[in-house]
């Protein structure tokens, strides 16, 4: 015995100095996951390998602590790093059993997790007791713990019982109960098998047992603990984000990655943007719902897919859900697998195993897969996978994924603060963020920029312009001759500018263009935030021919609904560490200190032609729904469809909407900004604008009001620009409706 002692010591001698520094723990850093916030603190992003949310030992909750110890190391606080009775007793208790019992402690726990290989030796174990207690004689028991507490995988990428009680619970982990604490007090030792959402049955026994600890410890009381056996968890079944921020989220990321590196994924940064989260749900929504509208007027493209189905009741629910898996829900968009079809009906179970009952109007838009004689590949018959969607009334719809894109983004014109991002219709599908990646013509919806250019040139709201045909050549437009036509392909003659903008005439805004120069025009747009070289200095730059993303036609019209001010688009607010020290913080400049734009003048008059198009002009229907003349903003359509837009504003509040194809294609004959983009613009302000006061632009210096309209002094009436183009040939008669319906296909405003 002697010997074995003296060898002993000689080994301890030799390993001990050969032990690694433990500085590591003494500054414990650990990897700490990048969380992206709304500007009322909902988590709407995640970034790093290791979900983590650093806690303090104070701020751990006793109960949480408690049924760690009853499980992991009961004398933590009582023993040296090393549990010798615990050895002794884990050595009896393995006496006759065919697997062991281990004793290590959590002091050995931190040791092996931190510095020492896997596999399990003779040689480790020696080295694990040895770090322990160089680990015990440097650091505190509170240290030890907390490091314990906030290192451990418990499954799920969570690291930690701060990330896993968020990760399976949903809540905070100062508000777990003793059930819930003893749950996750069961992770560690085997965070796979006793994952209470893939294993409850395994988990429950494992949390049976830790109560028991809990109670053989004297940390809970008897009546504790059978209600803690009685409580029934409620688990959080999807981990993922609820909020739909996807696309802020990792706008924010890049913004943060550029600034950090890959320091931004471990650091434990806290990114806060200025999205507000009611909104930003209310943004999702609206632009789903305008693209799923959309596409009940598209024609059925036909089934996802056809499965066989088995006679057997009990094979045809397992061969269901298999197919299903194969085509996830898509949010509202439900995915399900048709078994009856009849001329009146159709009967489809959904992945819940819950059956429906399609009728009706519900049946409508895949009416062309309902006939007898249907393509076949279109057909509806049972098996078929199809797309479904519950109404206002909850009555079930036959839809279909969109193939069509869109944008919305709301920035606060004051300090250019985004309130909203929704950068597609799905964020699972596509990546690509349309509001700020997207370049697309915006058509007529760029129009308002051209006249703001003419009022500086001597342009009133009462100038009257020509709406009569036009044609130019190719050294005119830069391209080859061209024949642009309106709309509805009919031309009223002469009009005031405030009603040529209203009704969108194209005619009358080639025509102000000619007037200004196109050098003058491309030159004036650059005061917006439009890149110019975008906006060749030819022509049909007056129909929005040129390319923007929805962002920079946000910040645009910023413009107009501040008073002339350039505001530049913010997103992050504030980065704080995770111990909430700020790291950086964006505040807003007063007005007054940015970048004048453009004159108040120039904006109050735009603002007020603005205002007419949502009054009687061809967005109408703004003011007719949300009741309030506060509203300001122009549609757009682009020639043959291909886009539709609506860019509008309060003074409070600037919105654009962008609908269309990634690869551009024509949406419709039918299909223009008024119908498709505005009515998604309508269903977000009337949340965002909720409680805000009618407010509308005081008059600035400058300006005069003479018979209801309004003038820069110097341009009142018989001083400004009186008429243009009345010299030029006279409209032709109104076109029958036939050959209306033969324009419509040349050229859409």
């Known amino acids: 015995m002697f010997t074995g002692v003296v060898l002993g010591t000689i080994a301890l ?150 990330a896993a009680a968020e990760i399976y619970f949903g809540k905070l982990l100062k508000d777990v109960s003793i059930a819930e604490a003893a749950m996750l007090a069961g992770l560690p030792k085997a965070p796979s098998s006793y ?50 921020a996807e696309y802020v989220a990792e706008a924010a990321r890049q913004l943060i990655f550029t600034q950090y590196g890959e320091g931004a994924y471990t650091r434990g940064l806290n990114v806060y943007t200025s999205v507000r989260s009611v909104e930003q749900e209310v943004a999702y929504r609206a632009l789903r719902k305008g693209i799923t509208d959309y596409e009940k007027r598209q024609v059925y493209r036909g089934p996802e897919g056809y499965v066989d189905l088995p006679r057997d009741a009990d094979k045809l629910d397992a ?30 179970v959904l992945q819940s195993g819950d059956q429906l009952t399609i009728t009706g109007e519900g049946l409508r838009p895949a009416a062309s897969g309902l006939v007898p004689k249907a393509n076949p590949k279109v057909q509806i018959r049972p098996g078929a996978v199809i797309r479904v969607i519950k109404g206002a009334k909850d009555q079930w719809s036959i839809t279909q994924l969109p193939e069509v894109e869109g944008a919305l983004i709301a920035l606060d014109p004051r300090s250019g603060a985004i309130r909203t991002m929704v950068g597609g219709f799905d964020n699972a599908r596509s990546k690509f963020n349309h509001a700020t990646q997207a370049w697309r013509q915006p058509g007529s919806s760029f129009k308002p920029f051209i006249y703001s250019a003419a009022l500086e040139k001597g342009f009133t709201p009462s100038t009257v312009i020509n709406d009569a045909p036009l044609f130019f050549d190719a050294a005119t437009t830069g391209s080859q001759p061209w024949e642009p036509k309106n709309y509805d392909g009919t031309f009223d003659g002469p009009m005031a500018l405030r009603r040529a903008l209203a009704k969108s005439k194209n005619m009358v805004s080639i025509r102000i263009l000619q007037a200004i120069g196109t050098s003058y025009a491309q030159g004036w747009i650059g005061r917006f935030g439009f890149d110019v ?5 030819y022509l049909p730059m007056a129909l929005g021919t040129g390319s923007v993303t929805p962002l920079q036609m946000a910040t645009g019209y910023a413009v107009f609904a501040n008073g002339g001010y350039r505001v530049n688009p913010v997103l992050v607010t504030r980065v704080t560490d995770n111990k909430g020290r700020i790291l950086a913080q964006t505040d807003a400049p007063p007005l007054e200190q940015l970048q004048r734009a453009i004159d108040a003048r120039n904006a109050f008059l735009m603002s007020s032609l603005l205002q007419e198009v949502t009054r009687t002009g061809t967005a109408a229907r703004a003011q007719a729904t949300l009741k309030r003349p506060d509203l300001y903003g122009k549609t757009g359509t682009t020639n ?6 609506f860019a509008g504003f309060t003074q409070s509040l600037v919105a654009v909407v962008w609908i269309g194809y990634d690869l551009p294609r024509k949406l419709g004959d039918k299909e223009t900004g008024g119908g498709l983009a505005l009515p998604v613009w309508i269903d ?46 006279p409209a032709p008669p109104a076109a029958t409706e036939d050959e209306r319906r033969s324009i419509l296909d040349l050229f859409k405003n």
């Open 13 to 162: 001698a030799v390993a001990y100095p050969n032990l690694p520094e433990i500085s590591g723990l003494s500054d414990y850093r650990p990897k700490l996951p990048m969380r992206v916030f709304s500007a009322d603190d909902v988590l709407i992003g995640e970034y790093g390998e290791e979900r983590r949310q650093f806690v303090p030992i104070s701020a751990i909750p006793q109960v949480m602590k408690d049924a760690v110890l009853a499980i992991e190391d009961a004398r933590f606080y009582q023993h040296g790093g090393v549990d010798y009775i615990g050895i002794v007793r884990a050595g009896l208790a393995n006496v006759g059993e065919s697997r062991s019992q281990g004793a290590s402690t959590i002091t050995m726990q931190v040791a092996r997790n931190f510095y020492l290989p896997t596999e399990k030796t003779f040689a480790r174990k020696v080295y694990e007791i040895l770090l322990a207690l160089k680990i015990e004689s440097q650091l505190s028991k509170d240290q030890i713990l907390e490091i314990y507490m906030n290192q451990i995988f418990l499954g799920q990428r969570a690291y930690g019982f701060a």
């Open 195 to 244: 994952n209470p959402i893939a294993n409850p049955t395994r988990a429950r026994q494992r949390q049976r047992h830790i109560i028991e600890r809990m109670l053989d410890n004297g940390f809970i009381t008897q009546a504790q603990a059978e209600a803690a056996k009685a409580e029934q968890l409620q688990y959080r079944r999807s981990i993922s984000v609820p909020l739909h």
């Open 319 to 348: 061969r269901i859900a298999e197919a299903l898996d194969e085509h996830p829900d898509n949010d509202e968009i439900r995915a399900a697998v048709v078994t009856e079809v009849n001329a009146k009906q159709v009967i489809a």
């Open 533 to 537: 070289e975008k906006h060749l200095p």
């Open 640 to 645: 043959d469809s291909q886009d539709a837009w």
């Open 684 to 729: 977000y302000m009337s949340t965002a604008l909720k409680g805000v006061p009618v407010m509308e632009p005081t008059p600035p210096e400058g300006v005069i009001n003479v018979g209801g309209e309004w003038y820069y002094e110097e341009y009142g009436p018989g001083n400004g620009i009186s008429s243009v183009g009345l010299e030029d040939a």
